[in-house]
């Protein structure tokens, strides 16, 4: 897989759960369907991995030196949160209430790429994200993370 393309709204229900996106489900692969790590992502957002996309980065990240602190603290808040979910019988995701309040989940979400992972946002801190992104900032960053390597 390539990655993860669009993007999703979502609402958390009372119990806080949320429908799988059925544009998001029809991109998985048939064995990624029903199994999920959900952990923390860099900015206050949760990070939402298909096993088959976690199970290679967390040997990564198991096999650091475990006498480096850095990588101990890395692993630490990396691996801090992460958990393991399935959908229900209705299709629905249960946020563990740690993670929710981590990236400030209330009711309205969006889910988003973010290669071989989607990220799950405040739908109102998203677009936040955004605002703050002026098209010079955008393309600034564009040349120094991808180089000539655009267009």
Request: charged share 25%; glycine share 8%; aromatic share 12%.
């Amino acid at each position: 897989m390539t990655g993860f393309l669009g993007e999703f709204e979502a609402t958390i229900d009372s119990k806080g759960r949320f429908l799988l996106p059925a544009g998001f489900k029809k991109q998985l692969q048939p064995e990624d369907a029903d199994r999920f790590v959900i952990n923390r992502g860099f900015e206050k957002c949760l990070s939402l991995y298909p096993l088959s996309s976690w199970s290679p980065l967390a040997e990564r990240i198991n096999a650091l030196n475990d006498f480096d602190p850095k990588a101990r603290a890395f692993k630490r808040y990396f691996l801090n949160g992460a958990t393991l979910v399935e959908p229900d019988s209705a299709g629905r995701l249960l946020l563990p209430a740690n993670l929710k309040e981590y990236a400030a989940l209330e009711k309205d979400i969006v889910l988003v790429p973010a290669g071989n992972r989607m990220e799950i946002w405040n739908t109102t801190k998203y677009k936040e994200f955004f605002d703050a992104f002026s098209p010079e900032s955008f393309s600034d960053l564009a040349a120094q993370v991808m180089g000539g390597g655009l267009g």
